[in-house]
């Protein structure tokens, strides 16, 4: 090849590149800018009314207060800001996302032309069960159906794994599959009667829920796939937590059912110590009192030493057990003969319970008791509350997300049905 062509097979060569790389720059311009049209940044005091009052009773209580709905905004923009990283990061293009995102989007519609159909009829719209049983009539249904099943095992299995809780999933068997099924079908029925309704889908209130749904997936996943790295709680992390919060040393339980025991050898009321201080909450209200027991139900520990007791009498030291420490006082027992001679013992016992574990902090039911946990439990939760919460924080400083400060809500015009 002489040096002229070999000059002009350079220069095309070029051209071709640059052309490639022109081309390559605004495809992913063009990618970028779908994108960012896509993302749900914001929504105005307007669109956050109707979202409520299109949404079931238990939205109505959001907009009670400045504090509820301060909470509120808090929230909604945590959502958002994650969901459009998450967009960015392309985890749309997931396919357990896309299978995930249409089962929770097809939920919504069907729940939400239930309440349009029942709100004609004036009563609870009922799916009619020869409709159901057309569903499953279609092959296609039932591959569908495991499909959806398997994708949010699949999902669940991975966030236990991410959080490393060691949770399974099994499959569906017995009453719950059956009532899956049953579900599945219904959001089938009445989903595809929405999409069919074009003025129902051009509902403002209607495309804002699907995207708010989809904003929730997106913002769950995004999370997820940044547990690990940069928000689950580790071994050394955990051993801090506990260092700086000694409530939570169990020899501090032990030490202070020790204390106890002494006050009530020196005369203090058993019950009224039981009903201030114990943990076991069957019986604190009835100050300590189990009464008429068998053999083989309390603690055998307990049991053994209650035993070993006169009636009225009190157990000389703390009685440990898997569950915790207890002081207990034997009230009295009493050995009965049937008539075949065999003997049976029915005792009554008061016992003060200090837990090995602890009330988990944070309760937001006030009307259900705080479940006791483990310490390491309660020292992994809050430390993984604190570097999520400062993941989020970064993630909203980076993000564009635009509400309002503050919204109203009027409330919906009330429909009698009749479920």
Known sequence: MSKKSLAIVLVLFAAV??????????????????????ILKGLTAEEISLVLKSGDSETGGIAENAETRAAFLKGLREYLALAAQARRANLTEDANFKINLEYKQNILLADLYNAKLSGEQGKFYVVPKEETEVVWSKPENEKQFEIDMDTLRAIQTAVAKERGDGQTFPKLQGGSLIKAR???????????????DAEFLQKREVSLRLKIVEAGILSADYLRKNWAQNIKATAPEIAEYLAAHPEYDVKKKRERAETILRQVQL?????????????????????????????????????????GLEN???????IETQTGFHVVKLENKQINKDSNGGESIKFSIRHILLQKNFEEPGNRYPDVPAPFVKAEEIAKAEVEKQKRSKFVEAVINRSQIILPEDFTVEPPKSVAVNP
């Open 17 to 38: 590149c640059a052309g490639f790389f022109i081309w390559r720059v605004q495809n992913i311009g063009a990618k970028n800018e779908k994108m960012e049209a896509e």
């Open 182 to 196: 049953e579900n599945w079908a219904r959001v089938k029925i009445l989903s595809d009667r929405a999409k069919a």
């Open 267 to 307: 005369g203090a009321d058993f019950g009224k110590l039981a009903a201030e201080f114990s943990e076991d909450r069957a019986t604190k209200s009835k100050g300590g009192l189990y009464e008429n027991v068998g053999k083989d139900v309390l603690w055998a520990e307990v049991e053994n030493a209650a035993l």
């Open 312 to 318: 009225g009498n009190i157990a000389n030291q703390i």
